[in-house]
């Protein structure tokens, strides 16, 4: 072999490096703590991990339930960002964040019991009516942000010449006639 090669490039052209014999000698991580290596007082401080109590089982639940009855609510930014960058007029891009504001919304109102089931209890159940509400209010106006754009865009129709085809003339209540001069 080149002595001129450094360590590295020789030991990776010899193949993985075989384990040392005693396992031991090598150093644990820093912040890691085996029980071999805790010592007395340390044992105190690494102690087993205690199960939590129902009442923070039952917390901890309703805080994830918040954190998904909160999550549409940092979608709003984004989706109306893109709803700006898509522009006004009608190109399959808009139309199809349309569509897409409109069915997600939809399909997370109907599936709001589904969603939030896991994080159901007896003891939670009469909390869990408030995020659900806050839930489908969050749904509600990433719908109204659907909404706004497809006014934007101009379809829906809000102003009356939208309605001419269901309009009926007009029949006058008296006729002026003017009287020939002759």
């Known amino acids: 072999m080149d002595s001129s090669q450094p360590k590295w490039v020789i030991e990776l052209n010899n193949g993985l490096p075989q384990k040392p014999k005693n396992a031991s000698s090598i150093p644990d991580p820093p912040?890691?703590?085996?029980?071999?290596s805790v010592t007395g007082k340390q044992k105190s401080q690494v102690a087993a991990r205690k199960t939590p109590t129902p009442e923070e089982t039952e917390t901890l639940k309703l805080k994830k339930a918040w954190e998904v009855a909160?999550?549409?609510?940092?979608q709003i930014p984004m989706q109306a960002i893109m709803g700006y960058m898509?522009?006004?007029s009608l190109q399959i891009f808009s139309i199809m964040m349309v569509a897409m504001l409109f069915?997600?919304?939809i399909q997370a109102i109907a599936q709001t019991n589904m969603a939030f089931s896991r994080f159901e209890s007896p003891g939670t159940r009469s909390q869990m009516l408030g995020?659900?509400?806050v839930y489908i209010l969050m749904q509600c106006l990433l719908l109204g942000l659907g909404v706004y754009k497809v006014h934007s865009m101009g379809l829906l129709p809000t102003t009356r010449s939208d309605w001419l085809a269901w309009e009926f003339?007009?029949?006058p209540l008296e006729r002026?006639?003017?009287a020939s001069g002759r």
Do not use: H, I, M
């Open 70 to 74: 909160l999550g549409p609510a940092k």
């Open 86 to 88: 898509s522009g006004n």
């Open 169 to 171: 003339e007009r029949q």
């Open 31 to 36: 912040g890691f703590a085996t029980s071999k």
């Open 103 to 105: 069915k997600n919304p």
């Open 131 to 133: 995020v659900k509400a």
């Open 176 to 178: 002026a006639y003017f």
